[in-house]
């Protein structure tokens, strides 16, 4: 199975047994070029295998995972692929924040799909993630489209634990790495929601779409179903006071009886040295619900 | 056990139930203030530990082993520490190529004193790396400095089998990716010995000192002694006919007797991707000779 010319291959490593694989393409949601890397593990050269979705933080790519986190290991073991989306839109004509904010514009599009102006043309990172990437992954690669799951740390976790709870009949399973888990009710979320999507102007707040404790809560309610969760958070993460509400979560989820498998790390922080400690655990829940 | 002053920690982060850090201080060896990186694992906090020196490749810093290589894994499995230093001198009046050459000068010390100018003031990284830093590591930090082994990557690689090979007494083992078996019949060796060390002068070549199929060819005369070897090198490799010359480093090995484990990898290059594939391998080599 090779992909035909809707996707440039721009990088190629064989890796574990398998390929680290790198695309550009033209993406119709976005509006522009993206560039996503793939893993394909070695059972790829068999038939369809399982899927991991892995959404990147702040400021990353899609190389980020690629080069830090060691799981292609893990993803050969257990014969699942790994696709790494972009964290926003890219290119020229794309706008960014005014003064080049690391927490707004170019890698920071929060997997959702704005709605204000100058925004709205090209961040609709949501539709990207959930619809359009899926399709041509699935249509290009060896891939068994009915066995996804999907993963994510800081703002990436934000964005698979959304889009998991939004989407749970087409997940087998959500992970994230010290997530941002209440988006309305800290500063990166603010700016971000505030300008990509603005203020509600009915009684209907556009913004708990995109708020993982406030989807937990209307969990309960019946609208939507559930699927397994497994979180880790580094206790010396420097984020935690501020940007994370990983106490909210707990609570919230516990008020609501969904279970939710959330680990406190002693001593581990923020960075890639704490996903690259746990990614293999992370990777063997996936395995074990993607079978 | 706290370093003290004369180390100045840069970085810190849990790993793998270790400590992953990050050091300034001041070289003697290269007259100029320099980084390294440290792995300690958890064992370390009982008691002294082996080490691992790590060398690295043309372009590179102490810090790319450090993020690509998904090595503390098995460092941590193992109780084994590891040591990264940089790749050359560094600072605002070490001299670099006079185009920026990636393949000279910054980032590219080869791992030799040099004795031309004007690069024998700062270009002593054999020096460096055999007796300066070791000093202070076993200082400084929990380290049974009897038990060293080293390993490295392509210029690093070629750092690390002619340091052994010429130290044997010293390091338990010694194990390569994508080495530089050659220089003296290279391009990238024949660029460095050129400038580093100079023509020779007399009858003595000083560039055999720093070669690979030299040291192991002379190793057959008694004059030195042998310890284990382990060396992986990618057929993918870009470099492999023009600058790496493994086939006769295996060639001259078979014809001196010198027992030394040289596995070619298909289809892997001479990238991180294929370091991080065998890198547990290499640390089992090493942990079994470090016992």
């Not at 790829?44 to 933080?57: E, H, I």
């Not at 292609?72 to 073991?77: D, G």
């Not at 990166?188 to 990509?196: D, E, H």
């Not at 992370?282 to 993607?290: R, T």
Request: proline share 7%; glycine share 8%; net charge negative.
């Amino acid at each position: 199975m090779v992909p035909d010319a809707s996707v440039e291959e721009i990088g190629s490593n064989q890796s574990f047994g398998g390929r680290q694989l790198r695309y550009r393409h033209r993406s119709t949601a976005l509006d522009c070029d993206m560039t996503f890397s793939i893993y394909l593990p070695p059972q790829a050269q068999q038939g369809p295998v399982p899927v991991l979705y892995w959404l990147s933080g702040l400021t990353c790519t899609d190389e980020n995972f690629v080069t830090k986190a060691g799981a292609q290991e893990y993803a050969a073991a257990y014969g699942i692929a790994i696709v790494c989306p972009d964290t926003s839109p890219r290119g020229e004509d794309v706008p960014d924040d005014a003064e080049g904010a690391y927490d707004f514009g170019l890698g920071a599009g929060f997997y959702v799909n704005a709605t204000e102006s100058p925004w709205a043309k090209h961040y609709k990172m949501y539709d990207y993630v959930v619809d359009e990437l899926p399709a041509l992954i699935n249509d290009q690669f060896p891939i068994d489209g009915n066995k996804m799951s999907i993963s994510g740390h800081s703002m990436g976790g934000h964005g698979a634990l959304t889009i998991a709870l939004k989407n749970p009949e087409r997940y087998s399973s959500v992970s994230a790495f010290a997530p941002i888990c209440a988006p309305i009710q800290c500063p990166w979320g603010q700016k971000a929601l505030g300008q990509y999507i603005g203020d509600a102007t009915d009684s209907i707040d556009p913004w708990a779409e995109y708020d993982t404790v406030e989807l937990v809560k209307t969990s309960s309610k019946g609208t939507r179903g559930s699927l397994p969760v497994l979180i880790d958070q580094g206790e010396a993460d420097n984020f935690l006071a501020e940007q994370l509400n990983t106490q909210l979560l707990i609570d919230t989820a516990a008020s609501v009886a969904f279970p939710m498998r959330i680990r406190l790390q002693p001593e581990y922080d923020h960075s890639y040295f704490f996903i690259a400690t746990f990614i293999e655990e992370h990777l063997k829940f996936h395995a074990e619900n993607l079978r």
